[in-house]
């Protein structure tokens, strides 16, 4: 185990990761791109990654289990029904797709290269550890939607 795995809120991930793509697409202003509507383009995958998100949220609600990333020995059930039957983590696919939103906005292939570094940071320090506790937890039920579904998309 290490020390960050469940420790920082995947929000607040986000957050930190945005300033530093906002940061490196002003110090490099170099790696700019065009893009034609660039806005509306984000808009549509942030709403996309929004709505991702919140469904994930509400088939948490409606199983009755935690949304608490920090405790996911807290769970109270394998949801696998819905969003859940495309992608195991809706909830940090929205994440990753509102980044993705963020650095088309920008406009800047310096800020884009963030998004995968996301996607291996949560993979490494959220989503193993959740995987794993929700193995010991939940036992074969869980290992096999893991083969059945994939884990971002």
Do not use: C
Request: no cysteine; proline share 6%; charged share 15%.
């Amino acid at each position: 185990m290490h020390a960050l795995e469940l420790k920082v809120p995947p929000v607040a991930v986000t957050v930190v990761f945005g300033a530093i793509m906002w940061a490196i697409s002003t110090v490099f202003p170099a790696a700019s791109f065009s893009l034609p509507r660039a806005s509306v383009v984000a808009v549509a995958v942030a709403l996309t990654g929004g709505g991702i998100a919140l469904a994930g949220v509400l088939a948490f609600r409606r199983h009755e289990t935690t949304v608490n990333p920090m405790k996911p020995e807290t769970t109270a059930s394998v949801v696998t029904s819905g969003i859940y039957g495309v992608t195991r983590n809706p909830m940090y696919l929205g994440l990753a797709l509102a980044l993705l939103a963020w650095a088309i906005y920008l406009a800047n292939l310096a800020a884009l290269l963030l998004v995968p570094a996301f996607v291996a940071y949560m993979t490494r320090f959220q989503i193993r550890p959740e995987e794993r506790a929700l193995s010991e937890k939940f036992g074969s039920r869980f290992e096999d939607y893991m083969a059945a579904v994939r884990r971002w998309i």
